[in-house]
């Protein structure tokens, strides 16, 4: 039986600590003279390594 990987990523971070307006997992990084969040980057090894479902896992917004 063939069996199908799911990725999965967490991305329920505040970036808080860090002292983020954001969620970690979009701090900007650069690449290539382009601006890719973290988790695109996560994404796309997921991606280059043939998965083809992959799910990301948040918190809730918090309404103020």
């Not at 999965?8 to 860090?18: C, E, F, H, Q, T």
């Not at 994404?43 to 998965?51: I, Q």
Request: aromatic share 8%.
């Amino acid at each position: 039986m063939d069996e199908e990987l799911i990725g999965l990523i967490p991305a329920a971070g505040k970036g808080v600590r860090l002292g983020l307006p954001y969620p970690k997992e979009l701090y900007p990084v650069i690449r290539d003279n382009h601006y890719k969040p973290i988790a695109q980057f996560v994404l796309d090894n997921l991606t280059r390594a043939g998965l083809r479902h992959v799910v990301f896992v948040i918190n809730e917004p918090s309404i103020s």
